[in-house]
């Protein structure tokens, strides 16, 4: 059976916003010791003393170093892109393929953005809107989901392959402010992002590292 001490670590690191306050130092310990107490239903077989000190504990084990330096530096020298009028499409994987290839290539032909990701039952094609109208007309009967109002945020960050963590952070500033990520994708340096456009203000302020 988990130790008081494993349950801690473990319920800390499953709740970000926990863990972020427990390792800049602005957390009620007694507080939190009755929250896991509670949450995990441990009150009876452990102490609250116990958690607290299994907390403390943790915090040393947790505390910000070299490595959030290293990811906050990495994001500062990033350069970002924003594109607009984005739109994503689930199709059926069953297509024809030879047609999306087409269109892939008139698209890009044209320097416009193109992105396919084949899935296990369904391909999704993130384009711009004034060629969504290749997707529409091409597979209008195996469209089985269309988003649009949609922004790309592209960020170039030379060295986050190599920066353990950095994406785990990146992911957690837009859980943080509530802004949900559409769809997710990288490509050696850049990390693409997508997003409704109303957010686009709220993920800008936030991303000036």
Known sequence: ??????????????????????????????????????EL??????????????????KEK???????????????????????????YTLDKNIYP???????????KEKDLFFSIEGTKTITVI???????LIEGRFKNNIFRKRDN?????????????????IYHLAGLFFENEINIEEFMSCHYDTLIVVESKSIAKAISFLKF
């Open 1 to 38: 059976m988990p130790t008081t001490t494993e349950l801690t670590e473990a319920y800390i690191s499953d709740h970000r916003s926990v863990k972020d306050c427990l390792k800049k130092g602005v957390i009620n310990y007694s507080a939190l010791s009755r929250i896991i107490g509670r």
């Open 41 to 58: 239903g441990i009150e009876k077989k452990t102490s609250r003393e116990a958690i607290v000190v299994a907390a403390r504990r943790f």
């Open 62 to 88: 947790i505390k910000e170093g070299a490595l959030e330096d290293a990811i906050i530096k990495l994001f500062k020298n990033s350069n970002t892109e924003i594109k607009n009028n984005i739109v994503i």
């Open 98 to 108: 030879e047609s999306l290839v087409e269109i892939e290539r008139s698209v890009k």
């Open 127 to 133: 384009i711009q809107q004034k060629n969504s109208k």
């Open 150 to 166: 949609l922004s790309l945020i592209t960020l170039s960050s030379p060295g986050i392959e190599s920066t353990p963590g950095a």
